[in-house]
């Protein structure tokens, strides 16, 4: 599945039927890149190319997603377990995705992201502190500059 910005979602949800798919085929969705088997998030080229402000960016909106993850309620390991059986019993394709996975990912995703920030002489952000609950209101913040002696 792909993720659309909201404003493009928007978009396409209200133009006619005969439009959409049109309008969905000349969005080219950003390159992303992967987890590793050692579960290190290794940067797409594209992603290489971001500069400090799209990278710091697209952090924001990752923390904001999962900034509340280990607060909500995620259903018995049993429902867990049954809803992975009936995806894959009908066909779907995220049937070992779980929850956690996905966080897993998202979180490697982040500190790829921040230590590209760093390799390019931006300002980072604090994870550990961010990814720690929050009203959604607080948006994540680098953290400031180290001062020169």
Do not use: W
Request: hydrophobic share 35%; net charge positive.
């Amino acid at each position: 599945m792909r993720r659309l910005p909201l404003a493009l979602a928007l978009l396409a949800a209200s133009a006619p039927a005969y439009a959409q798919a049109d309008l969905l085929k000349r969005i080219k969705p950003a390159s992303v890149g992967k987890v590793d088997e050692n579960g290190v998030y290794q940067l797409s080229e594209e992603e290489k190319g971001y500069n400090c402000k799209k990278l710091t960016g697209r952090m924001q909106v990752r923390i904001l997603e999962i900034r509340d993850y280990h607060e909500r309620t995620h259903g018995s390991t049993l429902a867990q377990g049954l809803k992975s059986i009936g995806s894959s019993l009908a066909g779907s394709r995220s049937s070992g995705a779980s929850a956690d996975a996905r966080y897993r990912s998202d979180v490697a995703m982040l500190e790829a992201y921040n230590r590209q920030l760093a390799s390019k002489k931006c300002r980072t952000f604090n994870l550990e502190a961010e990814l720690t609950p929050k009203p959604a209101i607080e948006t994540p913040t680098p953290a400031p500059r180290a001062k020169a002696p």
